[in-house]
């Protein structure tokens, strides 16, 4: 993006192509496979994998739990 347009879009704007990933949110040290029933938070979802830390927080980069930034943009129903 160019310089001159950094702050034109509004303050808390969502860019693609962040060196350092989207969606990277804190992963909190409580957060352990005793404290969280991981069953029941997959839900519906098919491909099912052993409790994860990096999933539980940062799901949204994961397209079995939702459809990423396309899910942002349009409503689609992603645990069908």
């Known amino acids: 993006m ?3 347009w950094a702050n034109s879009f509004g ?3 969502l860019l693609p192509n962040n060196k350092g990933g989207e969606w990277n949110y ?4 409580e957060t352990k ?3 969280i029933d991981w ?3 997959l839900g519906p ?3 099912r994998v052993p409790f994860n830390e990096e999933h539980f927080h940062r799901w949204r980069k994961y397209t079995r739990y939702c459809a990423g930034l396309l899910g942002d943009l349009v409503r689609i129903g992603c645990t069908r």
């Open 11 to 13: 303050p808390g704007l």
């Open 33 to 35: 496979a005793e404290n």
């Open 39 to 41: 069953e029941r938070w």
């Open 2 to 4: 160019p310089a001159r």
């Open 26 to 29: 804190d992963i909190e040290n």
């Open 45 to 47: 979802v098919k491909t």
